[in-house]
């Protein structure tokens, strides 16, 4: 991941490191709030692909939470590094 150089040509360190922490927190509240999106077995039947569109449903769930999560680590990486 490609790192911002702080100098006093560039954006402040301080609003660099705010904007990170920010944007962390966003994220953070997102991902709880995306986890309960969970599938529900209920919720995915009758359906063309049977007893596997939960098994379909609960892959992409998780696609999409490791996505955020990977995401917030990136976020946390920058924000130490505006220290």
Known sequence: MMLPT?????TAKVELHDAYVKAHRAL??????LSWTSP???DYYPQ???ADAI????????ARMDAL???LTELEDL???TL
């Open 6 to 10: 702080i100098h006093m040509n560039g």
């Open 28 to 33: 953070s509240d997102a991902l709880i709030l």
């Open 40 to 42: 529900n077995g209920r």
């Open 48 to 50: 063309p692909l049977g």
């Open 55 to 62: 098994v379909v449903a609960a892959r992409e769930h998780k």
């Open 69 to 71: 999560k990977k995401v």
């Open 79 to 81: 924000a130490v590094h």
